[in-house]
């Protein structure tokens, strides 16, 4: 919903307006050129205007919802408003007010809300005056339509907004939510493992969330994973992109099938959690070879037997480096809700790979050591070998 001839999408961006000054600059320009990379990779027009805690994209009214909907896949924007950019005077702010209630309103109670940005002596009028002339001009044209308006200020079910600036006003009628987080490319990078399950796509997204850009590795498992769990992985790390087009978030593969097959003569008991230490090895030294902090995966506590508290402690012991879990303490329902909003939910009735590994009694608090002991003498070998193997997928699934 937004006021006839709306060009301009207003962009809020929370948590980064309250860094210091070089960091908050730093984070800005980095949000400004994620919203340019997006509207590029979508064909939309417009310009990015930095102004004081706001992001202003100048477009076209014919593109404005689809300019809105695009800025609010940006990491780090809180929200958005298509708006109609006027004068800053009473007169330029009332006429458009008029008209978006002639043009959108529709019976309910509403309220108008005005903010002023800039020094006070800017406007000859106050916040207050603006409010109460608006709610006034709102409600003529309202009856002029036909209708009996009635203002409630605790609870509208529409408000009309005005933002004043100095030099320009912008009236706007609602506000989309984004992401909220950082802009991604603030932090340093981290590993993403992978699967194309559920779980994995969303702890990735959730890591972009705050600033950091994912290099996401998939584990092919030969003959224990297939061509159809590798397109499925492909699939989802491509519904990544659409939030970071300028981030190279290009699935990379790593053979593991040799390992895996090592890892099947492993005693069932600690078998899963031998190959889990494995993946986590090829993605460690991914990591080092492209400049990556950490590692990410989608386990949760509890999920399954190789995600039990104990059994992180021993899974995590592989590597040096942090293994972040964005999902540690997510239900299945609330990850499932959330690859929905993605787009990266697919309900896929494929079994993941490792199910042809998994034990009919696997250990859930095995004592770190022998589980060293039970680990294939050359896996750190063939991790090794994996992770200089990798290549970078194409969605080409005879490649
Ligand atoms: P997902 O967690 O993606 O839905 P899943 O639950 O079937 O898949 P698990 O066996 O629970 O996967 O694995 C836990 C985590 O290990 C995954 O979230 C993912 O981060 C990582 N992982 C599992 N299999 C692979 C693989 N073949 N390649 C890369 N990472 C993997
Ligand atoms: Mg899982």
């Not at 230490?277 to 080092?288: D, N, P, Q, S």
């Amino acid at each position: 919903m937004h006021p006839p001839g709306a060009g301009t999408v207003l962009v809020r961006y929370g948590e980064v307006g309250i860094k210091s000054d070089q960091l908050r600059t730093r984070m800005e320009k980095q949000l400004q050129a994620n919203s340019r990379a997006i509207l590029d990779d979508r064909d939309l027009p417009g310009s990015v205007e930095q102004a004081y805690t706001r992001l202003y994209v100048h477009t076209t009214p014919a593109r404005i919802d689809e300019v809105t909907d695009a800025v609010t896949d940006a990491f780090g924007v809180v929200s958005a408003s298509p708006a109609l950019r006027v004068d800053p005077t009473m007169a330029a702010i009332c006429d458009a007010l008029a008209d978006a209630a002639r043009d959108q309103y529709d019976g309910q109670t509403f309220a108008v809300r005005a903010q002023r940005a800039g020094p006070q002596s800017a406007h000859p009028f106050s916040s207050p005056e603006l409010e109460r002339e608006g709610g006034s001009v709102v409600h003529t044209a309202a009856q002029e339509e036909g209708y009996e308006p009635t203002v409630d200020l605790d609870d509208p079910e529409m408000t009309f907004s005005v933002e004043c600036r100095q030099d320009d006003a912008y009236v706007f009628l609602e506000r989309r939510d984004g992401p909220g987080g950082l802009p991604v490319g603030t932090q340093k990078p981290l590993v993403a493992l992978v699967s194309g399950g559920i779980d994995s796509p969303v702890a990735a997204w959730l890591t972009m969330k705050r600033g950091a850009p994912v290099i996401p590795l998939y584990v092919d498992l030969g003959e224990y994973g297939g061509v159809d769990h590798r397109m499925r992985a492909i699939d989802t790390v491509e519904r990544l992109r659409r939030f970071a087009p300028n981030v190279d978030c290009r699935l990379r593969v790593a053979p593991g099938g040799e390992g895996i097959e090592q890892i099947a003569g492993v005693t069932e008991m600690y078998r899963m959690l031998v190959a889990r230490r494995f993946m986590f090895r090829i993605a460690a030294a991914v990591a080092e070879d492209v400049g990556a902090v950490g590692v990410v995966t989608g386990e949760s506590i509890g999920q399954k037997s190789s995600q039990t508290t104990a059994n992180l402690r021993v899974t995590s012991a592989a590597i040096d480096l942090p293994i972040h879990r964005p999902l540690l303490s997510m239900d299945k329902p609330e990850i499932t809700e959330r690859a929905k909003k993605i787009g990266s939910y697919d309900d896929s009735t494929i079994d993941a790979g490792c199910q042809q590994l998994a034990p009919e009694a696997p250990a859930t608090q095995p004592p770190l050591e022998r589980i060293g002991a039970a680990e294939p003498d050359d896996l750190a070998r063939l991790a090794a070998e994996a992770a200089a193997a990798i290549t970078v997928a194409d969605g080409d699934p005879s490649a």
